[in-house]
């Protein structure tokens, strides 16, 4: 039910529309990036007021949402917007990837591969990739228009010369449809792979800094590399102590004050249906039958 | 001889620049030749670094035009061509040397990413080749290959002044512009980076274009030179002409300026 | 044009545009041939214009009036009027000058100030640093010194890889001045046996000496510079 005295999902139908525009456009240029009039919303900047926004114009009464901060489903800012969209569109929410329309996500990309029709939407602190490199925003469009992306891998280039391979492990910066440079906000670079053809649509908003950008569907998502040290991804020598899952993207968890530690998947929803059909992880089978 | 079977590298023709009514430089015109170093000398304020600046594409003249010979499609306007085609020529063909290192380095990557930067930025995808052309360029301009990975603001203000040639110098620029290379510099540093100055330009066949308050340094280091006064140039010639039989009232006057120690 | 060097006409005056505008008229209507194998030398007391002649075939001073032709490649250039690319171009190749004092950038070793002419006209660097370590030692610089820069050395050795540096390339036409002023006894007839070697090679010289042991050594001919008419 939604709550009296909102519009649904909170925005006005004006601000909707002129971010749906933005939408279409982001989607149409795929990793442009499209100023937008961001409002402000009934929490800080830099706490998802990007994502909100961009869930809030593109959500029906007949979606289903889930929300994930980190991978996890049941930390404050997951469960707070997630209760936002509750109360003010009315919309069933839920913990399972595959059986929602809309996934807002902070800082990861679930595990369990999205599909077509499901929209990922990511909150970004900082949309532009070159800001590093240029502080002048007149600068950076430009670069973007002439796509003067090269000076970007100097950044790659310090990594390998200081640490011996590329130690950038998140908001790891990628080229999409062979066009635009993109940052994927602060995801893992875990994660970069997921982007790629993915046949979801994914939707990228960023409140502070006012910028929305898109990759469509089955659209190519390539992060940058050198020949001689082409891009990996992070690898673990641990599985899931409660799953056992060792494909998944691991946290790692201090136990005690004396150096105990245990990897767990970071994302809550996966490991727990693992678990459901059966899976155990070292934790689980130490704690021996009867527990979870 | 035929002095015009080559073409000249760079023309200007009649390059002014005014600030909002305040006059930079007027009626300008110059050509340099592949190869040929031209010196810009005069006091603070005469208007060498407006010049310096109209001519490498950083400050549009307020009237003149400014032709280089591009390598592949004959004589062009460097105002008048595409944005993409002029920042590519600026950041391959040519190259700028600033008086104070810390506006030609990135301060905050290490002298081999700074030395790598233009490289990667027309292309290069390959680590390896990447640090070889940097460590190669180091050599050349006689710093220690060692310090490849450390940041710029551990050298001293010499070596970060070889460190920005090297940036330059990295894509086999035809031409460089230098405001003041050497200012800044305590003599015997000066001395040292003049010497490797010298030896690229004529190792290389660069033109460039040296703009300095320091005679001593026009004389070593450039074959011709114009004498700028408010804005305009009063005297050019052969470098050794001009500071040894000045014409112009006020090259005189500079040239007896000299304090010889 | 059978001259190697053909001075028409020349008139050379300074103004000096701090003093007064003081005009100091130097040479007026000066002419002077000199052929293939020739040394002439430029007598006449101090002040007179002596080097004034010198620099304007160098062009190092630039001319009020007249020409002066120098034999360059197949044709001849008029070094009074010429471009400074030409200019250059016959400097490199063609002509040769020993000034009185050595400019040379600082901290640059003695052989590779010596060897700079033949790696300008593309010498390698083994080959033009052999024939610059030989022609010092000819002139009797040590070789401890080669590697060290000249401004530290004495004035005559100064002199001296001024010497070398000219004579290690085989220019067709010299101008030398005072090549000897400051060179001890030993050292002058080194100077005067290159000075023969390249006349007797084919060689032009134009110089000054004042020295009139060497004078009479090395000049085919000696032209006598009179006072120019008063200051206009």
Not at chain 1, 94 to 107: F, M, P
Not at chain 2, 98 to 112: K, T, W
Not at chain 3, 16 to 41: K, M, P, T, W
Not at chain 3, 74 to 89: F, K, N
């Amino acid at each position: 039910m939604v709550e009296d005295g909102y519009n649904f999902a909170y925005l006005d139908e004006q601000t909707k529309r002129m971010i749906r525009r933005a939408i279409l456009k982001a989607v149409a240029i795929p990793g442009y990036q499209v100023p937008f009039g961001s409002r402000e919303m009934p929490l800080p900047f830099g706490w998802g007021t990007g994502g909100i926004q961009v869930t809030a114009s593109i959500i029906g009464p007949d979606d289903t949402l889930k929300v994930i901060d980190q991978g996890a489903d049941d930390t404050v800012n997951a469960v707070s917007i997630r209760k936002f969209f509750a109360r003010t569109a009315g919309v069933e929410t839920t913990e399972r990837t595959e059986a929602a329309t809309i996934v807002q996500t902070r800082h990861r990309i679930p595990e369990t591969p999205l599909g077509a029709g499901q929209i990922l939407v990511y909150q970004v602190p900082i949309p532009e990739p070159l800001r590093w490199l240029e502080p002048r925003e007149t600068e950076t469009r430009k670069m973007h228009a002439l796509q003067e992306y090269g000076p970007m891998h100097v950044r790659l280039y310090e990594d390998i010369a200081h640490f011996g391979h590329i130690a950038t492990s998140y908001d790891y910066p990628v080229r999409v449809n062979g066009r635009y440079l993109m940052r994927p906000s602060p995801i893992p670079k875990f994660d970069n792979p997921k982007m790629d053809r993915s046949p979801a649509l994914q939707l990228f908003g960023a409140g502070r800094e006012k910028r929305i950008y898109a990759i469509p569907p089955h659209t190519e998502v390539r992060s940058l590399d050198f020949d001689d040290h082409p891009f990996e991804v992070q690898k673990w020598a641990d599985v899931c102590a409660f799953c056992g899952s060792g494909d998944s993207f691991l946290d790692e968890i201090v136990t005690d004050d004396r150096g105990g530690r245990m990897f767990v998947c970071s994302d809550t929803d996966y490991c727990s249906r693992r678990r459901e059909a059966g899976c155990t992880g070292p934790a689980m089978q130490a704690a021996g039958p009867g527990e979870a | 001889m035929q002095p015009d079977a080559v073409p000249p590298l760079l023309s200007a023709r009649g390059v002014t620049k005014f600030y909002d009514g305040i006059l930079g430089c007027r009626d300008v015109s110059f050509e340099i030749w592949p190869g040929e170093v031209l010196g810009v000398v005069g006091e603070s304020g005469s208007g060498k670094t407006t010049l310096l600046h109209c001519i490498s594409a950083r400050l549009e003249p307020t009237a003149g035009t400014v032709e280089y010979m591009t390598r592949h499609d004959g004589p062009a306007d460097i105002y008048r061509i595409s944005e993409p085609a002029r920042r590519l020529l600026m950041r391959t063909d040519w190259g700028f040397v600033h008086q104070n290192p810390r506006e030609g380095l990135r301060m905050g990557v290490s002298a081999g990413a700074n030395i790598g930067e233009r490289l990667m930025a027309v292309g290069a995808r390959h680590y390896g080749n990447i640090r070889h052309a940097a460590t190669d360029w180091l050599d050349k301009v006689e710093m220690d290959t060692g310090r490849m990975d450390d940041l710029p603001i551990t050298f001293s203000g010499g070596m970060q002044q070889r460190l920005q040639i090297a940036r330059n110098l990295v894509t086999a620029p035809r031409i460089v512009f230098m405001d003041e290379p050497t200012g800044g510099l305590d003599v015997s540093v000066q001395a040292r980076l003049l010497d490797l100055l010298r030896g690229l330009v004529s190792d290389l066949g660069l033109a460039a274009v040296i703009v300095t308050h320091d005679l001593a340094v026009a004389r070593l280091l450039s074959h011709r030179l114009l004498v700028m006064r408010r804005g305009e140039v009063v005297e050019s010639g052969l470098t050794d002409q001009v500071l040894d039989d000045p014409q112009h009232p006020y090259s005189q006057l500079l040239v007896s300026s000299v304090i010889h120690p | 044009m059978t001259a190697a060097i053909e001075i028409r006409d020349l008139a050379k005056s300074f103004t000096l545009h701090n003093q007064g505008g003081i005009r100091l008229s130097v040479l007026d209507g000066f002419d002077l041939e000199v052929h293939e194998g020739e040394c002439v030398a430029l007598h006449g007391p101090s002040g007179i214009g002596k080097s004034t002649v010198l620099r304007c075939i160098y062009a190092n001073y630039r001319t009020d009036r007249g020409r002066i032709l120098v034999r360059h490649r197949d044709g001849s250039v008029d070094m009074a009027s010429a471009h400074p690319r030409e200019v250059l171009a016959v400097r490199g190749e063609t002509i040769g000058y020993v000034s009185q004092f050595l400019r040379v950038v600082p901290r640059v070793a003695a052989e590779d100030v010596v060897a700079e002419p033949l790696r300008s006209r593309g010498a390698n660097r083994e080959g033009a640093a052999k024939a610059a370590r030989g022609m010092l030692q000819c002139l009797n610089i040590p070789a401890a010194l080669h590697r060290l820069a000249p401004a530290t050395f004495s004035g005559g050795e100064q002199q001296r890889v001024n010497l070398a540096r000219v004579f290690v390339a085989d220019y067709p036409v010299l101008l030398l001045d005072e090549p000897t002023a400051s060179l001890d006894r030993e050292n002058r007839e080194v100077a005067v046996g290159l000075i023969r070697a390249a006349v007797g090679r084919g060689a032009a010289v134009v110089g000054i000496f004042h020295d009139s042991q060497v004078r009479d050594a090395v000049a085919n001919r000696t032209v006598q510079l009179s006072a120019m008419r008063e200051a206009a």
